[in-house]
Each structure stands twice: as structure tokens, then as C-alpha cells.
């Protein structure tokens, strides 16, 4: 496998302690935010750190520089092997250790945060699991929602101010202020139905919301539009093997190219089902998306297309994973599979890539996904 993928620890750690309702969020420091991200810097912090004698070697050491992005920012500059060039061998930032959080850029003290502010001044933080300390907390039975240990000034500055009225379908909006508690309660109860896998929770909810047909609730294959939302690091020829069932290379992530045949005969246990419905959780409350045009029907399309991409990736990464035993039994995923899966799939889709969550800010197109999916 690619070092994309051995190099991310699947330990799963202690639960995050749980404070008036809430998760608090702990870094264990494991540096994986510090690998294969494009990070922008404000100018006046690349103005301090250039005044400080060991950036300047150390840009020199690895024959580097701050590349500005024409916008009035910079990008960190990575590293042999696509890593920050300030993470130490500790795996810790050497801008906080040496000056100081302050100087370090906003996105990394913020993360895995983004903060959201309704018309009431009320602040909601959404959480990205594409964060391990995040992902694992998925997989732990339970729904607590996940905060800032501390709330600072970073925190509360530039955050994303949700409308004073939400698109719920393509052509109807509800006050804000009227639709969110509603719709947090709909999703926390529905999402904690035992005897429901995470396609009809969505139905459930769409039934509920938009009195339309439920949507499709059983995913024993990959759904045959798959491929067309996934990365595209790939040829036309992969891109035929995928179609015919034969193949997916991602070079990025696997190394050498997957037998989806073999993925196709990998089972994913009933009892892991509540482990992608805590995912689909954190998508549907997420307030950062509704700020950004994207409405409550948008949401569960791309909750649907979430739900098959952590399948297909947990059933790679079963196959990636299993050792000869010599038997004729199948291949099962286990939690740990699912974890890295959704860790995957908010890297790459869900969580920070325009490419794939643009699209849903159209309530046209989310309107025909849920009527095609």
C-alpha cells in the first residue's frame, strides 16, 4: 500500500470526555493534519517568520520558499514526501514550539474547526473527521457533538454567518431560527434508531422533510453512478476498469490498482452500521454548509453519496488489509476499516474539497441527485 495509507495509525484511542452533553476535542499530536494539505498563511505571519534566523535556514536546508496564491496569501511550503515543512521529527510544530501558536497559520489553530454564527449570536463549531482524533470518536457509540476544549478570539473570529432564512428544497426556504432546533432533534432521534441502516435514516428523514419517496435503502454493491464522484487521479482506461467492475487504481492512496471483484465479495457487518450513521450525523449538522448556499435536501444527497463512499473505501481497505488464512471465508470490515474510510472520505470529498461539495449548493441539481440516487 501507499504510504498514504501505512503511515495513518488506526489505535483507537480513549473516548473524548464528555462535558455538559458535549465531546471535548484533545490533539494527540499523531501530525497526520500536517501531511499532503495545501496550507495558506496570512503575508504579515510570513513577514514574522522570514525576520527569524532558523526559517530561514530551514527554508534553505530544503531549498524552499512561501509561494504566493495571488489572493494576498501564502502556502506553507511541504517538505520531502508531501509533509509541512515545520513538522518536526516529534511530529509538533516547530512555529509553535519556537514562536509561539500566534504565528502559526489560522486554519491550523483552527483545526479541525469551523466556526458558524446564526442571527442570535449563537456559535456552532463543525468538526472534521478527517481528523483521526475525530473519526475515532465516530466509532465509539455515541452521538455527543465535538467543541474547542477552549473557545478563543481565533475561534470566534471569521466566522461564516448562517442566512436569516434556509433553503430547505429548491423552492422553499423556513427562518432560521425556526428550522434548526426542529431539524437537530430530527436528525439526533432518527440517527439513533437501532433498527435502521443509514440509507433509510435518510428516507426517514427525506419523508419527514419533503413528503417525496424514500431514499434507496440497501447498498449490498457499489450503485453503478459511483464512480462518477470519485477522485479522478486516473485515465480513461481506469476509469473503464471501475465501470466494468474490474479494477480501481488510485495511485495516491493504494500503490497498485484494487480487484473490485474481491471488494464486491467483502462483508460489512450489521452490527458497524451505527459507526457510518454517526458520520452521517456530523454531515447533516453541519451548519458551515448551509452558509454556503447548500440546503437541508442538499445535505441528504450528499449524505447518500457519503454513506457509499465510506462502504467502497472500508471494503478496499478490508482487502488491503486481510492476511491469507487459507479458507474460503469472506472478507469482513471492522471498525477500524470504517474509521480510516470516513477519514478518507472527509480528506477527499465531504469535508474540504470545493470540487465535490460545490455542486450541492444548487438546489436543482441536489433536488434531481435525491430522485436519481
Avoid at 500500500?1 to 465531546?23: C, F
Avoid at 497526520?32 to 510570513?46: G, L, M, S, Y
Wanted: overall charge negative; some cysteine; glycine content about 4%.
Amino acid at each position: 500500500m501507499n504510504n498514504t495509507i501505512t503511515t495513518l495509525d488506526n489505535s483507537t484511542l480513549e473516548p473524548l470526555e464528555a462535558v455538559d452533553g458535549q465531546a471535548q476535542f484533545t490533539c494527540d499530536g499523531c501530525g497526520e493534519c500536517c501531511n499532503r494539505w495545501t496550507i495558506p498563511i496570512d503575508a504579515d505571519k510570513v513577514d514574522a517568520l522570514l525576520q527569524k534566523p532558523w526559517v530561514r535556514d530551514l527554508l534553505d536546508k530544503h531549498r524552499k520558499q512561501f509561494e504566493p496564491t495571488g489572493d494576498g496569501l501564502y502556502t506553507v511550503p511541504h517538505a520531502l514526501g508531501n509533509v509541512c515543512i515545520f513538522l518536526s521529527p516529534e511530529k509538533r510544530c516547530m512555529i509553535e514550539c519556537e514562536e509561539g501558536a500566534a504565528l502559526k497559520p489560522t486554519e491550523c489553530i483552527r483545526y479541525p474547526f469551523a466556526t458558524t454564527q446564526d442571527q442570535l449570536e449563537n456559535f456552532y463549531f463543525d468538526s472534521s473527521a478527517s481528523c483521526k482524533r475525530i473519526a475515532e470518536h465516530l466509532i465509539m457509540d455515541t452521538f455527543l457533538p465535538v467543541v474547542p476544549p477552549v473557545i478563543d478570539e481565533v475561534l470566534r473570529s471569521d466566522v461564516e454567518i448562517l442566512p436569516e432564512k434556509i433553503r430547505v428544497s429548491p423552492f422553499r426556504k423556513m427562518k432560521t431560527k425556526d428550522v434548526l432546533s426542529e431539524w437537530d432533534v430530527m436528525v439526533r432521534n432518527t440517527l439513533q434508531t437501532p433498527n435502521m441502516n443509514s440509507l433509510e435514516v435518510l428516507g426517514h428523514l427525506e419523508n419527514h422533510l419533503f413528503f417525496s419517496r424514500p431514499a434507496r435503502t440497501r447498498y449490498n454493491h457499489a450503485p453503478w453512478w459511483l464512480p462518477f464522484f470519485l477522485r479522478k487521479p486516473y485515465g480513461m482506461w481506469s476509469l473503464w476498469q471501475i465501470l466494468t467492475g474490474q479494477a480501481y487504481h488510485d495511485p495516491s492512496l493504494w500503490g497498485l490498482p484494487v480487484n473490485l471483484r474481491a471488494v464486491a465479495a467483502v462483508v460489512l457487518p450489521p452490527e458497524e452500521e451505527h459507526h457510518i450513521k454517526s458520520f452521517v450525523h456530523q454531515i447533516l449538522t453541519r451548519k458551515r454548509l448551509l452558509t454556503r448556499g447548500a440546503s437541508l435536501q442538499s445535505l441528504i444527497a450528499l449524505s447518500i453519496i457519503a454513506i457509499h463512499l465510506v462502504h467502497w473505501h472500508a471494503k478496499i481497505l478490508a482487502v488491503l488489509n486481510a492476511a491469507p488464512n487459507g479458507t474460503d471465508d469472506p472478507i469482513t470490515v471492522d471498525k477500524k476499516d470504517i474509521s480510516l474510510a470516513i477519514r478518507l472520505v472527509e480528506r477527499y470529498y465531504t469535508g474540504h474539497q470545493p470540487r465535490f461539495l460545490v455542486p450541492f449548493t444548487n438546489p436543482l441539481w441536489s433536488w434531481f441527485l435525491l430522485h436519481v440516487l
